[in-house]
């Protein structure tokens, strides 16, 4: 197998194909130079001599670059080229490199492979990177070929399609968490909404109404108060587009009728959503057991001890306040203990592992125990806290309060759904059923013979 190109790529394809058993031949311009940079087992020689001794030629050069290779034109005839190379930025030609490369050496045959796949990845094998190798090319007995080289290799083939995918292939390595991009602005937006919300009424409303600076409270307690709430709303828009789709589902009577673009998407991205829930969480967890550290706190702790014996109050124990900590805490620890089984089981490797039922037991039935747990954690935090009117600052309602109105939202429509007369509806509909269809009957009538005609499902 030939490599063209003498870059860390180029080194880490030559040093991969070694490994795997294949004799690699490499060309460079200035082989002398080059060749302690190869492993010995590979030959290390002009570009026009390592393109006569292989068929299978790997181009690791950059796409300006590629008409420094015009002069082997006569010696690549019949060859297999496969392109490696990646762009700077999405879409910046109009064809892709493959394309490109191609039009070039029209009796060549292109093939568009290994581009997604990292120097790192090949050099320290399979094992520690990703195992999927996208290829395309509109030659079947070629993708064949470098597929074959790939899996030897320890890669995973993926045939991609015809040439025409290329620039889809190419445009991958360049996008930066395509998938987490709504997930991460949404979290960021209920942080902002949240923190604000948390700064009027635990900094400006003690300033403004008691003359008393609260600024230092910004860092580590209105941070550690927005953190439950980001989590617990994003939980809870983990199920609403699934209560949402089965609203639509039930009204149409049909699940054949396309959702529409806002909802398709939401339902494609509750993974991210989930696990940025989980993240928000485990933060909160982690600021909590931080509070009791802070110099503010042991301030106070020390002024109220002193208030206590000026007053000469002995026995300060209060048995409500105490069962409510102990309640909220018991139950936040087994909120995120689900919160992290969900976080587990949604990453690729284990998820390979489980079958879709438990699969979705997991992610479906303890996901809605994790936020029922979660709004009860919620509650017990409130208590009766609710009900105090020192607790409305400016007029504005405890920020627990707000958090309940989309879980609790999600908790009773799901409660709706599990009646055995909506369940069992639902059920049809996502089994085929549709509401208003016409199947064709045929009857034998009084005569003996037979009579047809039409009839609605729902009889």
């Known amino acids: 197998i030939g490599v063209l190109g003498s870059g860390d790529f180029a080194r880490s394809l030559a040093i991969r194909l070694v490994c795997s058993g294949f004799k690699v031949v490499v060309g460079s311009r200035n082989p002398k130079r080059k060749a302690g940079l190869f492993p010995s087992a590979a030959e290390v020689t002009f570009q026009a001599e390592a393109v006569k001794k292989a068929d ?31 762009n700077t930025e999405i879409n910046h030609h109009k064809e892709s490199n493959a394309e490109y490369l191609a039009s070039l050496f029209p009796a060549c045959t292109v093939v568009k492979g290994f581009n997604v796949v990292s120097a790192w990845t090949l050099q320290s ?27 030897v290799m320890g890669f995973t083939p993926v045939d991609m399609g015809c ?21 991460i602005f949404l979290a960021l937006g209920l942080f902002l909404c949240f923190f604000t919300y948390n700064l009027i009424r635990q900094v400006i409303h003690p300033y403004i109404r008691e003359q008393k600076n609260k600024l230092y409270k910004i860092p580590i307690e209105v941070v550690n108060t927005t953190l439950p709430c980001v989590s617990y709303v994003m939980l809870s828009l983990v199920y609403l587009p699934g209560v949402l789709a089965a609203c639509s589902q039930l009204y149409y009577g049909t699940k054949y009728r396309r959702f529409p673009d806002w909802l398709d998407q ?49 026995n300060i124990w209060v048995e409500e306040e105490v069962w409510r ?31 879709w039922r438990e699969f979705s037991f997991i992610q479906s039935a303890l996901g809605f125990v994790a936020l029922v747990i979660s709004t009860l954690h919620t509650l017990t935090y409130g208590w009766s806290r609710a009900f105090d009117e020192n607790q409305y600052k400016f007029y504005l309602p405890p920020t627990y309060t707000l958090t309940l109105l989309v879980p609790c939202t999600v908790i009773l ?11 069992q509806r639902l059920l049809r509909i996502r089994r085929g059923w549709e509401k208003g269809r016409y199947v064709k009957f045929v009857l034998p009538s009084a005569t003996g013979e037979y009579a047809s005609g039409e009839t609605s499902s729902n009889v």
Request: with cysteine; proline share 4%.
């Open 56 to 86: 299978v030629i790997f181009v690791a050069v950059f796409r300006e670059h590629y008409s420094t290779l015009c002069d082997l034109a006569d010696v690549l005839v019949g060859k297999i080229l496969v392109d490696v190379s990646n």
């Open 413 to 423: 429509a799901k409660i709706i759904f599990s009646l055995p007369c909506i369940q």
């Open 163 to 183: 040439m025409s995918s290329a620039c889809e292939i190419e445009n991958i390595p360049l996008r930066l968490l395509p998938a987490w991009k709504i997930p």
């Open 266 to 314: 939401w339902l494609q991205h509750r993974k991210q959503i989930g696990l940025l829930s989980f993240f928000c969480a485990a933060l909160h967890a982690v600021y909590s057991l931080c509070l009791p550290m802070r110099r503010s706190h042991r301030y106070q702790l020390i002024e109220t001890a002193v208030k206590q014996a000026v007053e000469k109050k002995m």
């Open 325 to 355: 900590m102990e309640i909220y805490i018991s139950v936040g620890i087994i909120a995120l203990g689900l919160l992290s089984l969900l976080a587990i089981t949604s990453l690729p490797s284990i998820a390979n592992s489980l079958n």
């Open 125 to 151: 094998g399979a094992r520690d990177g990703n195992k999927q190798v996208l290829i395309c090319s509109n030659s079947q007995e070629a993708k064949r070929t470098v597929a074959e080289i790939a899996q």
